[in-house]
């Protein structure tokens, strides 16, 4: 029986996006030839690469100016590759601590120079966004994490300043609308809303890179990616093949207008259930909740051990809190479709009756 998957990352993928990567895997397009198995410079690989970005492009409305790149080493690695990039010799970078991710983020960035925490959610357990900060106005940039995997909270309005906007986007990319020219940078680790794991969306101003005075290492500097079409060293074919099917997928779904709608419902049914439901009660501060990861904890915690029991009954799988949080987390990706959604709220019910 196939699973309800909840699992946080690498998560869900649509079933024929699955199913059409394998089929790649053993014959690309009637050619004979495993998609793993031809060379990255052929004319085959390359429109793989081509497709995949102006599907970016154009799911996102990228205005020109940006490049897309599909690069490897995950979000974790444009944690450094970002400070390297764009923090000024001398200069100094803003960081939005709201989460284990901004964190990680932030140690990074202190490797290259001075780093102001403009605000931090740490003294509730990253249980909100915080809002209203002033944001130091000569930062090369303040770095954002849209959407906290871990804690389950979301940024809904990004801050509007002069300093260059970063986002760290990983688990909630093409989910909603975003206005990309907002940002000089967004980094997307794919293995959530995009792909399998191994490799991370770059999506970076052109004219912001070549400017922070530092030499850098050619697999870590966005110019010599770009200027390679990203395609500077061998890239990882399958993820990015992966990926550029969920992109088809997303857009012949109606693009990020419909899978945003979908995605509101799905979550409001959760939520709905954990507010209703005097057995639980949710982990983040309401107008902060993520549509993308779902936190709750049940109110009585005798109650773990049926909880758990109906929950591996009706094949629901991965909705065990991160380990810093405790109680459960239900990731409900772009590809999660709503009747599994449905299938939890209905173990939840059983609780209350
Ligand atoms: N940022 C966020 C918001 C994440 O959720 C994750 C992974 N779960 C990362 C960064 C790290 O990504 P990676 O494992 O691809 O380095």
């Known amino acids: 029986m196939k699973k309800h ?202 004219e912001a890179l070549g400017k922070s005075g530092r030499q850098i290492p050619s697999m870590l500097d966005y110019q010599v990616h770009a200027s390679k079409d990203s395609m500077f060293n061998t890239p990882p074919v399958f993820a990015i093949y992966t990926s550029m099917l969920t992109l088809e997928w997303v857009k012949a779904l109606g693009g990020i207008d419909a899978i945003e709608k979908i995605n509101e419902e799905k979550a409001a049914l959760l939520y709905n259930e954990i507010d209703n439901n005097p057995h639980f009660n949710g982990v983040a501060n309401k107008e902060d909740r993520s549509l993308m990861n779902v936190t709750f904890t049940l109110a009585d915690e005798s109650e773990k051990e049926l909880f758990d029991s109906l929950a591996k009954e009706a094949g629901l799988s991965g909705i065990n809190g991160h380990r810093s949080v405790g109680g459960y987390r239900a990731s409900i990706y772009n590809a999660m479709p709503i009747e599994s959604v449905q299938a939890l709220v209905d173990v939840m019910k059983k609780l209350n009756k």
């Open 5 to 206: 998957n909840f699992s946080a990352g690498p998560s869900i993928l649509a079933q024929e996006v699955i199913k059409k990567a394998a089929d790649a895997v053993l014959n690309l397009n009637d050619s004979g030839l495993s998609l793993i198995e031809i060379s990255h410079r052929s004319a085959d690989f390359v429109s793989i690469m081509e497709k995949a970005q102006n599907l970016v492009k154009e799911l996102l409305s990228v205005p020109d100016g940006y490049s897309v790149l599909f690069l490897q080493g995950g979000a974790s690695t444009q944690f450094l590759a970002v400070a390297y990039n764009l923090l000024k010799v001398d200069g100094k970078a803003a960081y939005l601590d709201t989460g284990a991710w901004s964190a990680k983020a932030l140690k990074e960035a202190k490797l290259f120079g001075e780093v102001e925490i403009v605000a931090s959610s740490k003294d509730k357990n990253h249980t909100y966004i915080p809002k209203g900060y002033e944001i130091p106005a000569d930062a090369s940039y303040l770095h954002l994490t849209s959407n906290n995997t871990i804690f389950g909270t979301q940024i809904k309005e990004f801050p509007t300043t002069n300093v260059p906007l970063v986002c760290d986007m990983s688990s909630d990319i093409f989910s909603r609308k975003i206005d990309v020219s907002k940002f000089d940078l967004i980094y997307a680790g794919a293995q959530k809303n995009m792909g399998p794991a191994g490799t991370v969306l770059v999506i970076v101003k052109d």
